[in-house]
């Protein structure tokens, strides 16, 4: 069965959900991108003060709170705890190279 054997109503219905999770997802990528600029602005001042680029304390309370917010969102905090650690992950790398290059620039 294809999309065009589907009936109209069910199609309808269909395109309705489809474009209520592509506007999801646009905000989602719209949400990422402003909490990576909050997380680059970290990463350049702990390059400043010559903090490490994790701070694994930290990053234990921010799963521990977003596996709580899932479980009152109904939502896997299995899941949720994958997805942080998968951004936190990025993250962190962000953080290195922007110490990577502030010490270049200091050594320049």
Not at 3 to 11: A, G, L, P, R
Not at 31 to 43: D, H, I, P, S, Y
Not at 54 to 80: G, K, N, T, V
């Amino acid at each position: 069965m294809t999309t065009k054997d589907i009936d109209e109503s069910v199609s309808t219905e269909l395109n309705r959900l489809r474009k209520s999770i592509d506007n999801i997802d646009a905000a989602v990528v719209h949400m990422l991108a402003e909490r990576f600029k909050c997380t680059q602005q970290v990463g350049h001042l702990k390059a400043a003060h010559h903090l490490p680029p994790a701070d694994p304390a930290r990053e234990a309370r921010q799963i521990a709170r977003l596996r709580q917010l899932a479980e009152s969102a109904h939502l896997d905090p299995a899941f949720a705890e994958k997805l942080l650690n998968f951004i936190v992950a990025e993250v962190i790398r962000h953080h290195e190279r922007i110490a990577e290059e502030s010490a270049t620039d200091q050594n320049d």
